[in-house]
T-cell receptor, first 113, second 114 residues
Framework: GQQLNQSPQSMFIQEGEDVSMNCTSSSIFNTWLWYKQDPGEGPVLLIALYKAGELTSNGRLTAQFGITRKDSFLNISASIPSDVGIYFCAGPLSGGGADGLTFGKGTHLIIQP | NAGVTQTPKFQVLKTGQSMTLQCAQDMNHNSMYWYRQDPGMGLRLIYYSASEGTTDKGEVPNGYNVSRLNKREFSLRLESAAPSQTSVYFC?????????????FGPGTRLTVL
C-alpha cells in the first residue's frame, strides 16, 4: 500500500526558530495535506496543496507540493509555544474512487523555553 | 456549532466484549469516516461512508462494522474486542471527499481492551 515517510520524527527547538519538515511518498499524489494535532485532540487541517510546484502559506506556515508529486514540505517561521504538537502529512488513499486519507507517522515538535 | 462529536471519550473493555462508538456531525456533510491512531503512528482509515446508506472499507476494516444511521450519524461497532484494538478512534466528516474538501475530526475515543 501507499507509504508516507515523514522526517524528522521529532524536533526540539527554541522559541523563535524556524522549522522545516518533509514528507515523501512511494507513489504520486495529486493532493498533499498538512494537519496538526494538539494533545488529546483530533487533527486540524493547516494547508491543502492541489498542484505540483504549488507554494501556499497560512500565516507563519508555508507548504510546498513537490515537483515530482512524491514529496511535500512544511515550514514554520519564528516558532511560538502554541506551535507545539504533532504535524502530519496526508494524501488521498489510492484505489479508483476510494475516499479517505493516508497519513504519515508525524513530526513531533517540541519547543524548549 | 458543535462540529463532530464522539461518545464515549474513554472506554475500557475486556477481551470478547462488544461496544459501539457513536459519532455525529452537524455540518450537513455527506461523507463520514472512522480512523484509528496507535502510539507513534499516523491515522489509519477503518471505514468510510460517502452518503447515507453506503459504507466502504478502508485500510484496516477487519474486526469492525459500521452503520450510517442517517446523514448526521456514523457508528463503529466492535463485535468481539481484542487487545489489538486498543487505540484512539477518530471520527471525521467532509462536505464531499476527504481529498478535495477540508476533513473535520472529532476529539477521539480512547479505547483500552484488556
Amino acid at each position: 500500500g501507499q507509504q508516507l515517510n515523514q522526517s524528522p520524527q521529532s524536533m526540539f527547538i527554541q522559541e523563535g526558530e524556524d522549522v522545516s519538515m518533509n514528507c515523501t511518498s512511494s507513489s504520486i499524489f495529486n493532493t498533499w495535506l498538512w494537519y496538526k494535532q494538539d494533545p488529546g485532540e483530533g487533527p486540524v487541517l493547516l494547508i491543502a496543496l492541489y498542484k505540483a510546484g504549488e507554494l501556499t502559506s497560512n500565516g507563519r506556515l508555508t507548504a510546498q507540493f513537490g515537483i515530482t508529486r512524491k514529496d511535500s514540505f512544511l515550514n514554520i517561521s519564528a516558532s511560538i509555544p502554541s506551535d507545539v504538537g504533532i504535524y502530519f502529512c496526508a494524501g488521498p488513499l489510492s484505489g479508483g474512487g476510494a475516499d479517505g486519507l493516508t497519513f504519515g507517522k508525524g513530526t513531533h515538535l517540541i519547543i524548549q523555553p | 456549532n458543535a462540529g463532530v462529536t464522539q461518545t464515549p471519550k474513554f472506554q475500557v473493555l475486556k477481551t470478547g466484549q462488544s461496544m459501539t462508538l457513536q459519532c455525529a456531525q452537524d455540518m450537513n456533510h455527506n461523507s463520514m469516516y472512522w480512523y484509528r491512531q496507535d502510539p507513534g503512528m499516523g491515522l489509519r482509515l477503518i471505514y468510510y461512508s460517502a452518503s447515507e446508506g453506503t459504507t466502504d472499507k478502508g485500510e484496516v476494516p477487519n474486526g469492525y462494522n459500521v452503520s450510517r444511521l442517517n446523514k448526521r450519524e456514523f457508528s463503529l461497532r466492535l463485535e468481539s474486542a481484542a487487545p489489538s484494538q486498543t487505540s484512539v478512534y477518530f471520527c471525521a466528516s467532509s462536505p464531499v471527499r476527504a481529498s478535495t474538501d477540508t476533513q473535520y475530526f472529532g476529539p477521539g475515543t480512547r479505547l483500552t481492551v484488556l
